[in-house]
């Protein structure tokens, strides 16, 4: 996976050699810049002195975001990428992490007469005058009085000092803030509280071509930008889910292409003379509605079992939706269907000899990472592009592999559970993009973790 950092100069005192530890001589000029990636694992979000043997010296590092704690990792829940510029250019990098429990932080609409933080913002170097943002962290709040909903986004600087969106003496309306529109949607109401899932998501007003956010509030999704928004139209369905159907409830299969939250979508970028520009490419990733139960079954007591599901049989996860073709994972204009399989290459068999890699920087399909819990097993991915709406294939369908992490979070959320008795919890079953410089890096939700292609 080819990463990329993005930097921010910070108006400084001239650095003298010998400041900080570690790293090479200092030039004159060097002053510290704040570096950042989308995170794939972990955050990284480091403050650094640049040298001349290019051995930086680290002056602050920031891993956590406390609002999110303990899903700060986990990628369904939260959204990164750089934002449109134009019509042929990307800007700054933008990441929202979505407050821990947000299910039971606005349990309703109406709610209570207070704002709340639901989600923190961090970019290394974006000024987002739409919706008030700047460099470092910055904090969404939502209040609901009457039945109205509102919204601001409080900009709070770089540092640790400034990461915790829920600490006291922040000012939500405040000459750092920003008033913002809030529009609700609950899907004409036939929706379960459950439906909604505890997530954020970056969106596009397309009339104004501007960035905004989405986020749960309550039995609803609300979307949150400039004063003007008009929020994008959504998915709006049309898929089948023909396999696995027992393992799912009768309207999973319309929420998890009607309610945004569960899938996700961006314009897919491309690399462009070594630059990364956007394609012009629109792409809807949407998960299977089995996803919410079969991943986590029983995963208390025999952690096993949800694995067991994956083990020699290709279990369908996601559709990715184009607008076109995509140079890269074998997605195609239409539909396109995502597989995983688990085991051994005699469990999932794969033609021999392995057809071209889905890129030009994937993975060796011989070289797949081992399972994060039993090292002698594997995962893989199949995409079957350009298929028909139920998932069935047609004679242009073209079938690749790619290998697959796992990610687990199973220990993780077990100790969360044990210092907080009495509550039980679960990551749902969603799927989101993911910028990166060389590809569009894909989420999908399985067993007690979450799967990306490499």
Same mark, same amino acid.
């Given at each position: 996976?080819?990463?990329?950092?993005?930097?921010?100069?910070?108006?400084?005192?001239?650095?003298?050699?010998?400041?900080?530890?570690?790293?090479?001589?200092?030039?004159?000029?060097?002053?510290?810049?704040?570096?950042?990636?989308?995170?794939?694992?972990?955050?990284?979000?480091?403050?650094?002195?640049?040298?001349?043997?290019?051995?930086?010296?680290?002056?602050?590092?920031?891993?956590?975001?406390?609002?999110?704690?303990?899903?700060?990792?986990?990628?369904?829940?939260?959204?990164?990428?750089?934002?449109?510029?134009?019509?042929?250019?990307?800007?700054?990098?933008?990441?929202?992490?979505?407050?821990?429990?947000?299910?039971?932080?606005?349990?309703?609409?109406?709610?209570?007469?207070?704002?709340?933080?639901?989600?923190?913002?961090?970019?290394?170097?974006?000024?987002? &005058?739409?919706?008030?943002?700047?460099?470092?962290?910055?904090?969404? @709040?939502?209040?609901?009085?009457?039945?109205?909903?509102?919204?601001?986004?409080?900009?709070?600087?770089?540092?640790?000092?400034?990461?915790?969106?829920?600490?006291?003496?922040?000012?939500?309306?405040?000459?750092?803030?920003?008033?913002?529109?809030?529009?609700?949607? &609950?899907?004409?109401?036939?929706?379960?509280?459950?439906?909604?899932?505890?997530?954020?998501?970056? &969106?596009?007003?397309?009339?104004?071509?501007?960035?905004?956010?989405?986020?749960?509030?309550?039995?609803?999704?609300?979307?949150?930008?400039?004063?003007?928004?008009?929020?994008?139209?959504?998915?709006?369905?049309?898929?089948?889910?023909?396999?696995?159907?027992?393992?799912?409830?009768?309207?999973?299969?319309?929420?998890?292409?009607?309610?945004?939250?569960?899938?996700?979508?961006?314009?897919?970028?491309?690399?462009?003379?070594?630059?990364?520009?956007?394609?012009?490419?629109?792409?809807?990733?949407?998960?299977?509605?089995?996803?919410?139960?079969?991943?986590?079954?029983?995963?208390?007591?025999?952690?096993?079992?949800?694995?067991?599901?994956?083990?020699?049989?290709?279990?369908?996860?996601?559709?990715?939706?184009?607008?076109?073709?995509?140079?890269?994972?074998?997605?195609?204009?239409?539909?396109?269907?995502?597989?995983?399989?688990?085991?051994?290459?005699?469990?999932?068999?794969?033609?021999?000899?392995?057809?071209?890699?889905?890129?030009? @920087?994937?993975?060796?399909?011989?070289?797949?990472?081992?399972?994060?819990?039993?090292?002698?097993?594997?995962?893989?991915?199949?995409?079957?592009?350009?298929?028909?709406?139920?998932?069935?294939?047609?004679?242009?369908?073209?079938?690749?592999?790619?290998?697959?992490?796992?990610?687990?979070?199973?220990?993780?959320?077990?100790?969360?559970?044990?210092?907080?008795?009495?509550?039980?919890?679960?990551?749902?079953?969603?799927?989101?993009?993911?910028?990166?410089?060389?590809?569009?890096?894909?989420?999908?939700?399985?067993?007690?973790?979450?799967?990306?292609?490499?």
């Amino acid at each position: 996976m080819t990463t990329h950092t993005f930097t921010l100069c910070i108006l400084a005192p001239v650095v003298v050699m010998g400041l900080a530890c570690g790293g090479g001589p200092h030039t004159p000029e060097a002053v510290p810049v704040w570096r950042f990636d989308c995170p794939t694992e972990t955050v990284d979000i480091v403050k650094v002195i640049p040298t001349q043997s290019g051995k930086d010296s680290t002056l602050e590092e920031i891993h956590d975001i406390p609002l999110s704690e303990p899903v700060t990792n986990i990628p369904e829940y939260h959204d990164c990428q750089r934002f449109l510029t134009g019509t042929d250019s990307f800007g700054a990098t933008y990441a929202v992490f979505v407050a821990f429990r947000l299910n039971g932080v606005l349990p309703g609409l109406p709610g209570a007469n207070a704002h709340v933080p639901v989600a923190t913002i961090y970019t290394p170097d974006g000024v987002y &005058d739409y919706l008030g943002i700047k460099p470092g962290f910055n904090c969404l @709040f939502l209040m609901n009085g009457g039945g109205h909903w509102a919204a601001t986004i409080v900009a709070r600087g770089q540092g640790s000092a400034n990461k915790d969106c829920a600490a006291a003496g922040i000012n939500p309306t405040g000459p750092n803030s920003k008033s913002l529109r809030v529009i609700p949607n &609950d899907y004409g109401g036939g929706f379960a509280p459950e439906d909604f899932p505890p997530a954020a998501r970056w &969106d596009w007003d397309s009339l104004h071509k501007k960035q905004y956010v989405g986020v749960r509030c309550g039995r609803a999704w609300c979307e949150v930008g400039d004063s003007d928004l008009v929020p994008s139209p959504g998915y709006g369905g049309g898929l089948q889910f023909p396999t696995l159907q027992n393992m799912t409830k009768p309207r999973w299969a319309t929420r998890v292409q009607t309610i945004k939250g569960w899938y996700d979508w961006q314009e897919l970028s491309v690399l462009q003379g070594g630059t990364t520009v956007p394609s012009h490419i629109r792409g809807f990733l949407i998960p299977a509605p089995a996803l919410d139960s079969i991943n986590w079954l029983a995963w208390h007591e025999k952690p096993d079992l949800s694995l067991k599901y994956y083990r020699g049989r290709w279990v369908h996860v996601a559709y990715a939706v184009l607008d076109g073709n995509y140079p890269k994972w074998n997605f195609k204009l239409g539909v396109n269907k995502i597989s995983l399989c688990y085991g051994t290459t005699t469990d999932c068999p794969i033609p021999h000899p392995p057809p071209p890699l889905e890129a030009s @920087f994937a993975t060796p399909l011989s070289s797949c990472p081992p399972d994060p819990t039993h090292d002698t097993l594997r995962w893989w991915a199949r995409t079957e592009s350009d298929v028909n709406a139920d998932g069935s294939r047609k004679p242009s369908t073209k079938v690749t592999y790619a290998c697959i992490k796992r990610m687990d979070h199973h220990s993780d959320l077990q100790g969360w559970e044990a210092s907080n008795p009495n509550v039980s919890y679960s990551i749902p079953g969603a799927a989101r993009w993911s910028y990166h410089p060389n590809d569009e890096q894909t989420w999908t939700s399985c067993p007690t973790g979450c799967c990306t292609k490499q």
